[in-house]
């Protein structure tokens, strides 16, 4: 065992002990003096720890103190009963604080019952249950404030981690101070009752075995009962004063004293009115002139002090701010920081700050944030941070998405205006400033709030500037998502699933693929719009084929295959029959005769005429299925999937192009066209 498990054990079975075995008065004095240097120690230790989760055992070392104080009270009680000797520590906290007067002795344990009743216990009660109630009501906003940090990048994963914890500790501890404040109220109360028990005792025991005379036995008695309750009140005065400073400290890390000094000698002008006070006071009424003036004149003094250290150090500021930025502009000019260049950027014009100022009413920032956490479920990675900046060189109502420090596209709205677009059955126009959608480039109108009513009405979906922003902002990282999968992001998944699935990681990761080839695969999945949140079964698929092919387009076709599920529940919806376009197999047989296979993997070498042929079929096919306003989704063989997508992905970006294999057996397809040469 440790020591300190040895101490405190020691201390609680010492208390135990005190209740059943009579103690004598050397060994009551000692235990006296331990506790009295506790109670400082406490004190102390709640005046300046500068956390109060530094201290987050306190309720606990509240019962403790509590209850050997109430031992060492019952081991007095009985040396007072039995003996009338009950040590050099009681008697002298009767006839020394007392005043040798059991009158005196009794005034002052009254008032000091009053202070810790009325005053320090009822207040610290109350701020402890009121700290407490509001602590558990703040958790869930600070949760809030905690998530959207982790999603903006402001903070990692370990540091969100600890903060959670934090934010439960405090709530914990805020609780038990709700409750352990109960334990020196009762404290007090205990010894209130202690004390009368002890005077009655002692008079009766000094009447009917000792033989005294009433008068003697209630003075000796008396003054012993008095000294008996000082002993055990005071101590427990400082642990309620403890207490109440523990639960009122406003700042949970601060340096106690000199912000407490600071706050009250901080102003000179309120020393000076002070100290002007006092001196008048002394020379214009009958007050002692010696004590009044003296101490105006040093409030006067010490006011002249504290302004003119406050002007000091307002020029050492200034004097250290303008050294700063002369060191600033000597030294060699700092680059490096010029050399970052972030993954995703949206600039936008002066117009447009008051969308992305929260003091403003702007809420970009949350759907922002919303936005990285929409990809993370639907797609299953961690967008970088997206850096927002206002940039005066664009129009007001301009702006721009930059990928990697490129810029990609841009956009441009009205401010105080609302967007208008018709889904395609309304009839009735309505009136307004004619433009595009710029993430799908529909047509659209800018109509004003007034309008906005009857919009909707009649049919119009009306969207807002910042749902502009953001749903562009979407498309943009959706399209590019796969270019934004670093390494070390890779690597960050990894570590996640190791948590779980260790024995996978450790068989895949580095034996049959590295972490360059996985990220192959993982790009492959995500530029055509393919969840990666199912990372265990996807590295379950490439544990299986990793060891006869290291060819990451391959593995990506294993890995499609194996997700299939999931790709037919985003393509094909259950209960209805989806219209797709389908292969003609002497098309499928001359990409495969065409596709030539190199150390650097395959590619596919088509025919120009043939190529130019294919793409004209495919171009005629997707106009029938978009005329039906569907989806173009063409099926091909499982082998020929990847050459076909890579032969059409320059022409149609959106098309979708899947596999049989990937397909549910209960899915329902219908062609309606075939892809000819």
Same mark, same amino acid.
């Given at each position: ?15 135990? $002990?005190?209740?059943?075995? +009579? ?65 050099? *520590? ?38 402890? @249950? ?77 009447? !009917? ?18 000294? &008996? ?5 005071? +101590? ?5 004063? #403890? ?30 009115? *002070? ?22 004149? #040093? ?16 020029? @050492? ?24 260049? &972030? ?8 117009? $447009? ?30 967008? +970088? ?28 709205? !009205?401010? &105080? ?9 309304? @009839? ?44 562009? %902002? ?51 999945? %995500? ?19 990793? #060891? ?34 389908? !292969? ?69 970006? &959106? ?23």
């Amino acid at each position: 065992m440790k020591k300190a498990d040895i101490g405190i054990a020691l201390y609680l079975l010492a208390a135990i $002990i005190f209740f059943i075995v +009579p103690i004598n008065s050397l060994l009551l004095d000692l235990m006296l003096a331990i506790n009295i240097s506790l109670a400082l120690i406490v004190l102390f230790n709640t005046l300046f720890v500068k956390e109060v989760l530094d201290m987050s055992f306190f309720p606990t070392l509240l019962l403790f103190t509590t209850i050997f104080r109430i031992a060492l009270n019952v081991s007095s009680t009985r040396l007072i009963l039995t003996t009338g000797n009950p040590g050099n *520590v009681v008697e002298t906290f009767g006839n020394f604080v007392g005043g040798g007067d059991m009158i005196v002795g009794a005034v002052v344990f009254i008032i000091l019952i009053i202070i810790q009743f009325v005053v320090i216990n009822k207040g610290s009660e109350r701020v402890a @249950e009121v700290t407490a109630r509001f602590t558990l009501d703040a958790m869930p906003g600070k949760q809030m404030a905690i998530d959207a940090d982790l999603n903006t990048g402001t903070i990692t994963e370990a540091q969100a981690r600890e903060r959670r914890d934090k934010i439960q500790e405090e709530a914990s501890f805020f609780g038990s101070m709700d409750g352990a404040t109960k334990y020196v109220k009762g404290d007090a109360a205990a010894g209130l009752i202690i004390t009368f028990v002890n005077l009655i005792g002692g008079v009766a025991m000094g009447m !009917l075995r000792g033989g005294m005379e009433f008068g003697d036995a209630i003075q000796r008695y008396g003054l012993l009962t008095m000294g &008996d309750g000082l002993c055990s009140q005071i +101590p427990s005065l400082l642990i309620s004063l #403890a207490t109440g400073i523990l639960v009122t400290k406003a700042s949970k890390e601060a340096d106690f004293s000199n912000i407490l000094v600071g706050q009250l000698f901080g102003i000179p002008k309120v020393l000076y009115i *002070v100290g002007g006070t006092l001196a008048f006071l002394g020379v214009v009424t009958p007050l002692e002139w010696f004590l009044f003036v003296p101490m105006g004149v #040093a409030f006067l003094v010490a006011g002249r002090m504290v302004d003119k250290s406050i002007g000091i150090e307002s020029i @050492e500021e200034e004097v250290t701010m303008a050294e700063t930025e002369a060191e600033e502009i000597r030294k060699p000019e700092n680059v490096v920081s010029l050399l970052q260049v &972030d993954p995703i950027e949206l600039e936008f014009g002066y117009g $447009i700050i008051p969308l992305a100022d929260v003091n403003q009413g702007g809420d970009l920032l949350d759907r922002v944030v919303m936005i990285r956490r929409q990809i993370a479920l639907e797609l299953g990675t961690v967008v +970088p941070i997206i850096r927002l900046r206002d940039n005066i060189q664009l129009n007001p109502n301009q702006y721009i998405i930059k990928i990697k420090g490129i810029q990609v596209t841009e956009g441009e709205i !009205l401010f &105080d205006h609302y967007m208008a677009m018709n889904p395609g059955y309304v @009839e009735e126009e309505i009136t307004g400033i004619p433009t595009y959608e710029p993430s799908f480039h529909l047509p659209a109108i800018w109509i004003t709030e007034s309008q906005r009513e009857r919009a909707e009405s009649l049919g119009y979906t009306v969207v807002d500037p910042p749902s502009i922003i953001a749903t562009h %902002l979407t498309e943009v990282i959706r399209s590019h998502i796969a270019e934004l999968l670093t390494r070390q992001d890779v690597q960050n998944l990894v570590n996640n699933l190791k948590e779980s699935n260790p024995v996978l990681v450790d068989e895949l990761v580095p034996k049959l693929l590295g972490l360059g080839e996985i990220q192959k695969v993982l790009q492959n999945l %995500l530029a055509e719009g393919i969840s990666i949140r199912d990372l265990l079964s996807v590295f379950e698929t490439l544990a299986d084929h990793a #060891a006869t092919t290291r060819d990451t387009d391959v593995l990506t076709e294993y890995v499609r295959q194996g997700l299939k599920r999931a790709i037919s529940s985003k393509y094909f919806p259950a209960n209805e029959t989806t219209s797709v376009i389908t !292969l003609d197999p002497k098309v499928e047989q001359e990409i495969m005769s065409s596709v030539k296979q190199t150390e650097q993997g395959a590619y596919l070498a088509l025919d120009p005429d043939k190529t130019k042929a294919v793409i004209s079929s495919v171009e005629e096919e997707v106009s029938k299925l978009e005329n039906m306003g569907r989806s173009a989704i063409v099926i091909t063989s499982p082998i020929v999937r990847m050459y076909f997508k890579k032969l059409t992905e320059e022409y149609f970006k &959106d098309l979708i192009v899947v596999s049989y294999n990937e397909v549910e057996s209960n899915v329902e397809l219908q062609s309606i066209g075939m892809v000819t040469a």
